[in-house]
C-alpha cells in the first residue's frame, strides 16, 4: 500500500504514572489505555493489503485483522485473533521491543508515528474477560480431553516452556513443567521488575490458565541434579523440552569485583523481585539499599537494576556504558522512562577498578573515559580508551549488568546434548530438535540472551513437532 501525502495523527500518548510518584512505588509504570483511547489509536491503523507489521513480528501476529476487531469494539475476536500465533500477548505488549519490531515496519513510520501496535496488543489481552481457561490459552472457547498417554515435559518454566505447555496442553498433551525455583515464569518473576510487568495480574494469570488445562508443575526441581532426562522418558514421557534460559551472570574480571557492595543484576533482581527484598523485614531476604548507586551496562537488564536501585530509595544511581546513549540495546521507551526517573547516564566511559573503605567495603569505581572508533564486527563503533583519562565516581552499591551465560548444570549432566561454541544448546532449526532424540530446546539455552517473543517463537516450533509426532490435532 502506498502512503498517503495527508499528515497522520500522532499516536495516542500512553498513559503513565508521573516520574516523581512512580519512584517512590513499585506499581506498574504504564496505566494503560482507555476503550476511547484504544479504539482511537486503533482507527490509525491504515489496513494496508500487504502488512509489513507482520513480517516484522517474530511470531506473525495477524496485525491488522487484531486491529480491525478492536475498531469494531469486538474484543473477543481481537484476542482470538491475537492469540492464534501469541501465546503470551499480555507479556508481549508490555514487554516486546515493538520499535524494532512490528512497529518498526509499520508504513505510518515514514510518515510521522507508527500505529502503537504494543500498547493495542497490552490493552485487548488486559481487556478480554475469558469465560473459560481454554479460552485464555488457546483463543478457543472449548477444552481439548487431555490424553494421559501423550506426556511432555518441559524443563524451566519461562516464556519459551509456557509456551511450548500451552501449545501442547491446548491439543490434549499432558505436560509437566519441572522449574529449578520456588515461583513460576523464569525471566518474567525474577528478573524484569513489577513496574514494567506485574506478577499477579498478568505473569500468574497466564500459568494458572494452564494449570487449569491440566499442566501440572513441579517447583522447586533442578534438571541435572534432582533428576535426568533419561528418569523422564524412564517415567514414561515421550518428549522433553528444554528452556532453561541464560541464567549465569557475566562479570567484569577487574579488580575489587569481590567487594562488599557489588552485585550480579542477577543476583540483585532476584533477590528484589523473587525475593521481595524491597519488603524485609516482611520477606525474609535481605538488600543492600545503596545511596550512590553504579550500574554497568546499557540493556533492559541494566535500566531495570538502576530503576529498582532508585526505588529503593537511593539518592543517586548512575548508569555507567562504554559507549553513547543512541547505541544502548535497551528498548527506546526504558532508556527514555529511567532517564525521566533521574538515572544519570555516564556514557562512554568503562570500570577499571572498585574501590574500597577502610572496612572492605565498596566506596567507589575508577573509571576510564573512551572514545567511538571504527565500527566492530557488530556493525557499532567500537569503544577506545582515552589515555589519562581516569575519573573517580564515589559508590557504595554496584550492579555489574553486561550480560550472561549459558548455566552449566544441566548441560553439564547431560553430556549427549551437542553444545555450540558458545556453550549453548545446538538445535535443527526447523524442529528445535537437539542431538538426542526427542529432546527439544529453545529460548535463552539456544540463542543466548534474547527477547521474550523469540523464547516464544522457540517453543511453538518445537511444540509444534512434538504435537505432530504425538499425533495431536493438527493446526486450523
Ligand atoms: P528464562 O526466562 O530464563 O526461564 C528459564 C527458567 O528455567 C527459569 O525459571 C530458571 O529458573 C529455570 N531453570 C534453569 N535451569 C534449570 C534447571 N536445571 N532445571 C529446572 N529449571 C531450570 N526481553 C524482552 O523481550 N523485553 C524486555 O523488556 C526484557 N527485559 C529483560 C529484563 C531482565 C532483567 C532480563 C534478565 C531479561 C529481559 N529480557 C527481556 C529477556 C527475556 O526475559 C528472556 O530472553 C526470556 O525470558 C528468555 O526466556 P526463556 O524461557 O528462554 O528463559
Not at 556514557?347 to 567507589?364: M, R, T, Y
Not at 565500527?375 to 554496584?398: H, M, N, Y
Not at 516464544?456 to 504435537?467: D, L, N, W
Request: include cysteine.
Amino acid at each position: 500500500m502506498k502512503a498517503s501525502k495527508k499528515p497522520v495523527r500522532p499516536r495516542v500518548p500512553m498513559p503513565v504514572q508521573p516520574p516523581e510518584e512512580r519512584i517512590r512505588n513499585f506499581d506498574e509504570v504504564a496505566t494503560g489505555y482507555t476503550l476511547e483511547m484504544a479504539a482511537e489509536e486503533a482507527a490509525r491503523c491504515l489496513q494496508c493489503k500487504k502488512p509489513k507489521c507482520v513480517k516484522g513480528c517474530p511470531v506473525e501476529v495477524p496485525i491488522p485483522q487484531f486491529i480491525a476487531h478492536l475498531a469494531a469494539g469486538d474484543i473477543d475476536a481481537a484476542y482470538r485473533t491475537l492469540k492464534s500465533t501469541n501465546s503470551l500477548p499480555a507479556v508481549c505488549g508490555r514487554v516486546c521491543p515493538q520499535e524494532v519490531q512490528c512497529e518498526g515496519e509499520c508504513i505510518l513510520t515514514a510518515k510521522g508515528q507508527p500505529v502503537a501496535i504494543g500498547r493495542l496488543e497490552r490493552f485487548v489481552a488486559d481487556e478480554y474477560m475469558h469465560r473459560d481457561a481454554c479460552g485464555l490459552i488457546s483463543g478457543k472457547p472449548e477444552c481439548p480431553l487431555i490424553d494421559p498417554h501423550k506426556k511432555v515435559a518441559c524443563i524451566g518454566s519461562g516464556p519459551a516452556s509456557l509456551t511450548a505447555a500451552g501449545y501442547l496442553a491446548a491439543r490434549g498433551c499432558k505436560v509437566t513443567v519441572f522449574e529449578a525455583l520456588h515461583e513460576l515464569g523464569g525471566v518474567l518473576v525474577y528478573g524484569i521488575p513489577e513496574f514494567r510487568l506485574p506478577k499477579e495480574k498478568i505473569v500468574a494469570k497466564e500459568v494458572n490458565a494452564l494449570r487449569e488445562l491440566e499442566v501440572d508443575f513441579v517447583r522447586n526441581r533442578v534438571g541435572g541434579k534432582t533428576f535426568s532426562i533419561g528418569e523422564l522418558f524412564a517415567q514414561g514421557y515421550r518428549a522433553v523440552f528444554i528452556g532453561v534460559g541464560a541464567g549465569l551472570p557475566r562479570f567484569l574480571g577487574i579488580p575489587g569485583e569481590n567487594l562488599n557492595g557489588v552485585f550480579s543484576a542477577n543476583e540483585y533482581l532476584t533477590r528484589v523481585n523473587l525475593g521481595r527484598a524491597y519488603s524485609f523485614p516482611d520477606y525474609d531476604t535481605p538488600i543492600i539499599r545503596g545511596r550512590r548507586v553504579t550500574v554497568f551496562g546499557g540493556g533492559n537488564v541494566a535500566m531495570d537494576a538502576a530503576r529498582t536501585a532508585l526505588r529503593l530509595g537511593a539518592d543517586s544511581v548512575h548508569i555507567v556504558y562504554r559507549r553513547t546513549v543512541a547505541e544502548m540495546p535497551a528498548r527506546h521507551e526504558e532508556v527514555e522512562h529511567a532517564m525521566e526517573e533521574g538515572v544519570k547516564m555516564q556514557e562512554l566511559c568503562a570500570p577499571i577498578a572498585f574501590v574500597s573503605d577502610a572496612e572492605g567495603c565498596l566506596s567507589g569505581v575508577r573509571l576510564q573515559q573512551m572514545q567511538l572508533g571504527e565500527p566492530d564486527q557488530s556493525g557499532r563503533r567500537r569503544p577506545v580508551p582515552v589515555e589519562g583519562s581516569e575519573l573517580l565516581l564515589p559508590t557504595d552499591l554496584a550492579v555489574i549488568a553486561v550480560g550472561t551465560r549459558s548455566n552449566p548444570v544441566l548441560l553439564e549432566a547431560e553430556p549427549e546434548l551437542d553444545l555450540n561454541r558458545w556453550g549453548y544448546i545446538s538445535i535443527n532449526n526447523d524442529t528445535g530438535e537437539t542431538s538426542i532424540p526427542d529432546v527439544f530446546a529453545g529460548g535463552d539455552i539456544v540463542t543466548g540472551a534474547a527477547t521474550v517473543i523469540l523464547a516464544m517463537g522457540a517453543g511453538r516450533t518445537a511444540a509444534k513437532e512434538i504435537a505432530r509426532r504425538l499425533g495431536c490435532q493438527p493446526d486450523d
